[in-house]
């Protein structure tokens, strides 16, 4: 009997098979027509959305055989990665999960418990991994602030296998943009696109370092555009893509069907995994742009203020201002003696258009006014009491939020490496026990090993002056820094209401 049960079992398990590939085929063939793209292996062609293979019009390109190779070829040879290192002060025991999981991008959603626990804390260099994009033969690099912030030691890998030692030019927190510099010359680059005119749907290639597994490229589409909100950076006006993005690819490419440079790669939503769900942002390049070029001419970020605090216009709100709801920006404060109240805008006053270009939101015109150096004039469309008007108001400078242009924008060059600080303000000099009337930058932080920590210099330290010349705040400190380049520093340091000259030599 059991014979004889296990040869009827096996014409039924092969019809069964048979009956789950038919199935299958014709399932591939429905999803196939039903989309218009080849499923299940189907030899058909995939449509690139216009793009330019080969220098010619893309038109459609074979399943196999070319793929996309053409253009991210170029694209991949202009993707480093990079590792960075720092003295943190951690609970003890050791790195379970491996460098790549302390990249700063995987650790911006599980925090720093989720490693260490609560053993003993303990002195350790950490290691961070990400990634970055040439974008000239003399060996810029654009990445993320996160990458590199707070970095005492920055290796850059290029994927011909030659390592750098890479400089830090500047930073900017505000935006999560960092550029770094590599003594090198001829380097392949990537050619920088228009993020402007991305449209949702567009064909989007992300290229990066994943997991510190290799260089890595993964195919998607623009999901997305103007995504803001999210609370990751203090300007946000993120490209969002499915293209798989993970940790390590922090400061890498996206890039368009072209092979150009649309995004750098920044963050992404997990759902509690720690891997890519599909949900992933990159800064457009066309802000990115922008801060790298002011990064690399100044060493610093200097931003136009209007001195207005503005909320949007909801439908209820436009009742009362007579004005068309979720357009434009309403104006709920203005800064006694700013730029705005010296023009003559009024509290109510709807912002509906800043030199020609409509304003849709709050966060709109906080970009726009950003992008706008100090001392530009801007030509403001208002509505005012039902009634259209222009008014032109000459920008100032956006005031600097402490340690927004903090010591990694001065590069291992400086002595003061390592040193974190931020302006003192009245109230922090009162919790450190120093007169209120005090000026100069706090210690936020001093890292272990640098000539700073080795001189004294401890966190909560007040730095009232750098060779005899006072620091009022962290713009003062930095211009000090800079006009002492590698010579010996003289700091006159505030710690507890006592104050006493502290030098810091070079290594």
């Avoid at 690139?48 to 220098?55: Q, Y």
């Avoid at 850059?156 to 010359?185: C, H, N, Q």
């Avoid at 060493?299 to 909320?311: E, F, P, W």
């Avoid at 520093?489 to 006592?498: A, T």
Wanted: glycine share 14%; no cysteine.
């Amino acid at each position: 009997m059991e014979g004889e049960a296990l040869e009827i079992r096996r014409p039924i398990a092969a019809l069964l098979t048979a009956v789950v590939l038919a199935v299958g085929v014709v399932f591939g063939i429905g999803v196939t027509e039903l989309a218009g793209h080849p499923a299940f292996g189907a030899q058909k062609t995939i449509p690139i959305f216009g793009a330019v293979a080969n220098g010619q019009p893309a038109g459609e390109v074979p399943a196999s055989g070319i793929g996309y190779a053409s253009i991210l070829k170029p694209a991949l040879s202009a993707v480093v990665n990079i590792s960075s290192s720092r003295i943190v002060k951690t609970p003890g025991g050791g790195e379970p999960f491996g460098p790549f999981f302390n990249d700063p991008f995987f650790r911006q959603f599980f925090g720093d418990q989720f490693f260490h626990g609560n053993q003993m804390p303990r002195e350790q260099r950490e290691q961070s991994l990400g990634s970055g994009v040439i974008v000239s033969p003399d060996g810029y690099i654009l990445t993320n602030n996160h990458v590199i912030e707070g970095a005492n030691e920055i290796k850059v890998f290029l994927p011909d296998k030659r390592e750098f030692k890479g400089k830090v030019v500047g930073s900017d927190p505000k935006t999560d943009v960092a550029v770094v510099r590599i003594e090198a010359k001829n380097l392949p680059t990537l050619t920088i696109g228009d993020s402007s005119k991305i449209q949702v749907g567009d064909l989007a290639f992300a290229i990066g370092d994943p997991f510190g597994v290799g260089e890595t490229a993964t195919m998607g589409i623009i999901s997305a555009t103007g995504r803001n909100g999210l609370d990751i950076e203090d300007y946000e006006d993120f490209i969002q893509t499915d293209a798989a993005i993970n940790p390590g690819n922090s400061g890498g490419a996206l890039v368009n069907a072209r092979g150009e440079l649309i995004g750098i790669n920044t963050a992404i939503i997990t759902g509690g995994s720690g891997g890519n769900q599909g949900v992933g942002f990159a800064i457009p390049i066309n802000m990115a742009r922008q801060v790298m070029d002011q990064l690399i001419k100044t060493g610093k970020i200097v931003r136009g203020h209007l001195g207005v605090a503005i909320q949007e216009v909801t439908p209820e709100l436009a009742k009362g201002f007579n004005a068309p709801p979720g357009k434009g920006a309403l104006i709920s404060d203005v800064t006694a003696g700013g730029p705005a109240e010296k023009a003559g805008l009024q509290k109510g006053d709807v912002i509906e258009e800043i030199n020609g270009q409509p304003v849709t939101g709050v966060n709109e015109l906080r970009l726009q006014i950003a992008a706008m150096a100090p001392g530009t004039v801007g030509h403001f469309k208002i509505l005012r009491d039902g009634k259209e008007r222009d008014v032109s108001v000459t920008l100032g400078e956006l005031p600097g939020k402490p340690g927004q242009n903090g010591p990694t924008s001065l590069g291992e060059d400086s002595l003061m490496h390592g040193v974190q600080v931020d302006t003192l303000t009245p109230s922090v000099a009162q919790g450190l026990g120093i007169k209120p009337t005090t000026k100069g930058v706090v210690v936020t932080d001093a890292a272990s090993g640098t000539p700073a920590s080795d001189a004294g210099v401890q966190r909560n330290d007040v730095i009232e002056e750098i060779n005899r010349h006072p620091v009022a705040n962290v713009t003062e400190y930095e211009r000090a820094l800079r006009q002492a380049g590698k010579q010996t520093l003289v700091l006159l340091v505030n710690r507890g209401g006592q104050t006493s000259f502290v030098v810091v030599e070079p290594e």
